[in-house]
């Protein structure tokens, strides 16, 4: 299971820098590279062992992901949507403060991969799941998001038991993310008793409805590069046997 969630996170790695991008194919070899508008974890070195646990983004990581029973527990058990609205978006927030910490002052770690991509999507799964149920975020909306990060998980799994080479997150499966994870809080504080809750319920489509349609446009984008992430894996296993 560790291997397996590790090579996830090599897949589908959240913690980068930024380089614009594109794919090349070299017609002699067949070889396949990626050049331009990935986060390019190469940019810095990776912390391992223990020097990649004890870190400031990692505990903003745990943090974020020890919250999510809280929401859950503030949305029906203390039934304040407003509360609730108000942690779900400081959730959201630190998915951009931890990365910048992350590459600002040199902590990228092996474990950091693990845990942001995993506090991102826990959080979107547990909080659309728990709005569809208060009724406060449109179905078809929530069911759009939800099925695009199970397909998203499902191919990291099979690519990644099929032994196959790193892929690097785009700028704009990160920015599909990103505005969603604005858009969940907004929808839950337009449907509560918030100060200008109205407000907040048109914010929710201004970055729902884009940060959507990047986010399936981006997951269409991991197609070519899965494949040939494959076939690069594949030529690592060969050339190293």
């Keep these: 299971m560790i291997h397996i969630g590790t090579g996830l996170i090599k897949l589908l790695s959240s913690d980068q820098s930024f380089a614009p991008a594109r794919i090349k194919v070299d017609k002699i070899t067949g070889t396949t590279s990626f050049i331009g508008q990935v986060f390019n974890s190469q940019a810095q070195s990776s912390r391992t062992g223990w020097a990649g646990v004890f870190t400031l983004p990692n505990l903003i990581s745990l943090v974020r992901l020890g919250c999510i029973p809280l929401f859950v527990w503030i949305l029906f058990g203390a039934g304040n949507r407003t509360d609730a609205a108000l942690l779900l978006g400081a959730l959201g927030a630190t998915d951009w403060i931890d990365g910048w ?6 902590m990228i770690s092996d474990v950091g991969k693990v ?9 979107l799964l547990v909080a659309l799941v728990a709005m569809i149920v208060d009724g406060s975020v449109p179905t078809w909306f929530a069911v759009a998001v939800l099925t695009r ?4 998980g499902l191919a990291a799994i099979i690519l990644a038991l099929l032994g196959a080479a ?31 809750h109205e407000w907040f319920a048109v914010g929710a489509w201004i970055f729902g ?12 984008g991991y197609v070519p590069r899965a494949l040939a992430a494959l076939r690069g894996g594949r030529a690592a296993r060969r050339s190293a046997s």
């Design 149 to 152: 990060e199970f397909l998203v």
């Design 166 to 196: 790193r892929i690097e997150v785009t700028w704009w499966g990160k920015t599909g993310t990103f505005a969603l994870l604005f858009a969940v809080p907004f929808f839950l504080a337009g449907e509560s008793t918030a100060f200008a």
């Design 115 to 123: 845990l942001d991509p995993t506090a991102d999507r826990l959080l």
């Design 101 to 106: 910490i992350a590459r600002r002052f040199g």
């Design 209 to 220: 409805l884009p940060g959507l349609v990047i986010a399936w446009w981006a997951a269409y």
